[in-house]
């Protein structure tokens, strides 16, 4: 029996979403402050570890990303504003 046909794909990881942030992104940073704003404390090496998959916090985790979802939204509306720029 040939397994090739039920290759299972693997599960994207938080690493995954940062690995698609743009350089110099103040996603991290952002989660750290909305997580203040809500009176929970965490360190941006707490963040880090989550995201490396070294410590599990889903409240981190959901609140990442949600700022990488804000993030790749805002990074996509100014590339399409560019390219209708460029192109007038």
């Given at each position: 029996m040939d397994n090739t046909?039920?290759?299972e794909v693997p599960a994207a990881?938080?690493?995954d979403v940062f690995n698609r942030l743009p350089p110099r992104n103040s996603a991290v940073r952002d989660t750290?402050?909305?997580l203040k704003s809500k009176n929970?404390?965490?360190a941006a090496t707490t963040v880090y570890?989550?995201?490396a998959g070294?410590?599990?916090n889903a409240v981190v985790a959901a609140e990442f990303l949600d700022v990488a979802a804000e993030v790749l939204a805002n990074t996509k509306r100014?590339?399409?504003r560019t390219t209708?720029?460029?192109s007038a």
């Open positions: 046909t039920n290759k990881t938080l690493r750290v402050a909305r929970i404390k965490v570890g989550v995201i070294r410590s599990a100014i590339q399409d209708e720029l460029a």
